[in-house]
């Protein structure tokens, strides 16, 4: 079921990559197919499938400690992800290493011949403490109890990736510092252990939008709207209210919609929501909460399944991020929520998001394969 609904989501997204992609005056040269957004993101779901359904058929207890022991340490893939994603934050700090794209240095490119794949490891970061924290959580048992043998190691991690990403990409940063924090206290992290680490944090990312005026202007766009920034600052926000209010009930219809014509920036990516809301509808629009929520659902009922502690955690980690995203998502394009890049899961267009986010939704389903029925 998962699998299923994991693969239709993608399917939807792909359509409306392709749709927010149409642009009139257009002619396709087919020689360049990778330089064009919606042939890429065609080629990523059919990669993407093959991450889900070959990552559902893994065992997820492959992910956990066997013990504590070296020989365990350098035989779980979740040290090496982690270990990976660290230094190529580090890289992606890099001028001239690191590729800067609208003023923010968050990609690695990696050259293919003729054409190129951009890589970002923020998204490889994120995935890797979801499924880390769970292992060495369960691993520890007891000793996560513990604030210096348990709590403050993984503090300290938490808080290194964190302060990598947090220069260049704010949302991830609390993501990564939220999803981390939560999967630490269900795990068993003691709450008063917390009261250390969430000051600096908060203060942390206080300075982060202090000194950042793109930061602050977006702060003043959501808390004080109107004309004034319709131009500037807020008219990102202000086009996605268009497209979502002016879809109706049942929508303009699919590829009819006219905000892609330049108007609604990054309208394939962190904005493919409104896209949908406009072609669709309130009842396309709907549907697609509904999913969402069905996905919740069955990630609860997973979680309530599975027999052991490990997959219990590593399936919360994953719907919990799964949730946190698209709730986030929607909130920001109906200005719920400040403007802010996060990705709507499995729909916005992207390789690095589509390909490691059907991974995680195939473990998710290896554990609900592996999972009796109490």
Request: with cysteine; charged share 15%.
């Amino acid at each position: 079921m998962v699998v299923c609904l994991t693969v239709t989501l993608m399917a939807i997204g792909s359509v409306f990559v392709f749709s927010a992609s149409a642009r009139i005056d257009m002619e396709y040269d087919l020689t360049k197919f990778y330089a064009y957004p919606e042939f890429r993101q065609g080629l990523f779901f059919f990669l993407a499938v093959f991450f889900v359904f070959g990552f559902s058929l893994m065992d997820y207890r492959k992910l956990a400690f066997s013990g504590n022991t070296l020989g365990s340490w350098l035989k779980n893939p979740t040290v090496y992800l982690v270990v990976v994603s660290v230094i190529l934050l580090v890289l992606v700090l890099i001028p001239g290493i690191g590729v800067e794209i609208n003023n923010a240095r968050r990609w690695l490119r990696i050259p293919l011949g003729p054409a190129s794949i951009s890589f970002q490891p923020s998204e490889l970061a994120k995935w890797s403490m979801i499924l880390f924290i769970p292992a060495v959580s369960v691993m520890l048992g007891e000793k996560l109890k513990l604030f210096f043998k348990g709590f403050v190691p993984l503090c300290m991690l938490i808080g290194v990736v964190t302060a990598l990403i947090l220069k260049e990409d704010f949302g991830t940063a609390l993501f990564v510092a939220f999803t981390g924090f939560v999967l630490l206290f269900v795990a068993g992290g003691k709450w008063w252990h917390f009261l250390t680490p969430i000051p600096i944090l908060i203060i942390g990312f206080a300075l982060a939008i202090y000194t950042s005026p793109v930061r602050m202007e977006r702060i003043k766009t959501f808390l004080e709207p109107g004309d004034s920034t319709s131009q500037t600052s807020g008219y990102q926000i202000r086009q996605s209210l268009i497209a979502v209010s002016t879809g109706g009930i049942t929508g303009k219809g699919l590829g009819r919609g006219i905000s892609k014509y330049g108007h609604l920036p990054e309208d394939t990516t962190d904005f493919i929501f409104s896209i949908i809301a406009e072609e669709l509808g309130f009842v396309g629009a709907a549907a697609i909460v509904l999913l969402f929520m069905l996905y919740i659902v069955l990630g609860i009922i997973i979680i309530y399944r599975c027999p052991d502690d490990f997959g219990k955690l590593i399936a919360f980690g994953i719907v919990l991020a799964i949730a946190l995203q698209a709730a986030v998502n929607l909130g920001v394009v109906t200005r719920l929520l400040p403007t802010k890049g996060i990705a709507l899961p499995f729909l916005s267009a992207g390789g690095t998001h589509l390909l490691l986010t059907a991974s995680v939704a195939g473990i998710l389903a290896s554990v609900a394969r592996r999972s009796q029925v109490k």
